[in-house]
């Protein structure tokens, strides 16, 4: 991870974990960021599933993946674009309304994508993605055909360019605070998952790769 | 809502609600916004809390806030930002890689925010912020003083231009594959509220409005 400028927080610094491992635990746990392009000389955000390959490129490689005709696919290659994954992960209350925040975990990647021409990589990044959401699943589909994949774009983000921002633990109130009538502590968040539900027209038994995936995402102990 | 070329949606016109009433929904139901904003030419994404005021201008309007400092708070007031709120309601596994998908309800606003600068509406601003998040905390806090209002940036932001897609429902196969031997169906997700947790020095009982806000996001049913 190489800071620069503008991955060299400039503020609350405390705050900036920039060793990769954090940068990977934030995108492992994820499952959808939101991406930045610029169309017309404005910001258009958009959210997208993702995939992972830490061992692709020098810095491992960010997948993205969307409909030839989509704007954001369509705008990416040729300019910076900036994904954002984010784990809210509680409110923070405060005594005062100040010191309200969020504890969060949030990784933010800058970079010019790279259009995956390469077939075999071109799969790779998909399966990728599908794997990310569910792993396993790429291997319990029917794999995309040709005509899906000329549908499809496949962008690769370097992960190079990449900063963590955490913030984790009680609520800090100033010192003439301290005494004020006011509860303050945490509201935990979690992202958990409900029973799997099978298709209408589905009468299979629920399977281990998608089982396992609920529950890694059960409710929280 | 004024649908314009950016948010006629050019693709998957099914999945585009005009409607207020759905953009209302997302943003009542969201806790978090990403907020795009271009610096130097390029994107950058950023997750923030917001609020919501519907009877303010037109159309309503959306509330941010930052420190004073802070990289998109600075760029923002004088350009177009795009303030993007997404729920991820499921993921949807088809029999085919290629129709994999993901529930979702997802709301788009572009806009030019206008600085607040009329110390009553600044103060209205963070109150609809802290409140989305915890309804009725703001009557149980220590308002902003003077200090702390002048480290903060509030922007408004009309809800005028903005634009709703959701995803919903089982998943969706090509006709040609409704017989292969894979599972499909739908994973739920949810975010949920753990136990509120005192900060180790409050020993006050968790008030109403804490754990009104905890049971609100309670586990699914």
């Known amino acids: 991870m190489q800071p620069t400028a503008r991955t060299s927080l400039r503020r609350s610094k405390e705050r900036a974990a920039t060793d990769r491992q954090a940068l990977y635990d934030v995108l492992l746990d994820g499952m959808f960021c939101h991406l930045g392009v610029v169309v017309d000389g404005d910001p258009l955000v ?19 993946h969307g409909s030839v005709a989509a704007r ?27 010191h ?26 998909l399966n990728r993605i599908v794997d990310h959401l569910v792993p396993g699943r790429s291997l319990s589909v029917r794999p995309p055909n040709r005509k899906e994949l000329a549908k499809t774009s496949v962008l690769a983000l370097s992960l190079t360019e990449a900063s963590v921002k955490t913030r984790s633990g009680a609520a800090g109130d100033d010192e003439e605070d301290l005494g004020l009538p006011y ?9 958990v998952a409900g029973e799997p539900e099978n298709n209408p027209d589905c009468d299979l038994l629920v399977p281990a790769h998608v089982r396992t995936r609920a529950n890694l995402l059960g409710a929280p102990s």
Request: proline fraction near 6%; aromatic fraction near 8%.
């Open 46 to 64: 958009l959210p997208t599933a993702y995939g992972v390959d830490l061992e692709r490129g020098e810095d491992g490689t960010l997948y993205l």
């Open 183 to 191: 509860w303050t502590g945490i509201i935990p968040l979690h992202v």
């Open 72 to 98: 954001s696919m369509v705008a990416a290659p040729q300019q910076t674009v900036c994904a954002t994954v984010t784990h809210a992960d509680g409110l923070v209350l405060a005594r005062s309304a100040f």
């Open 100 to 125: 309200h925040s969020v504890n969060y975990r949030s990784a933010v990647i800058f970079g010019v994508p790279r259009l995956v021409t390469d077939p075999d990589e071109k799969l790779h990044g």
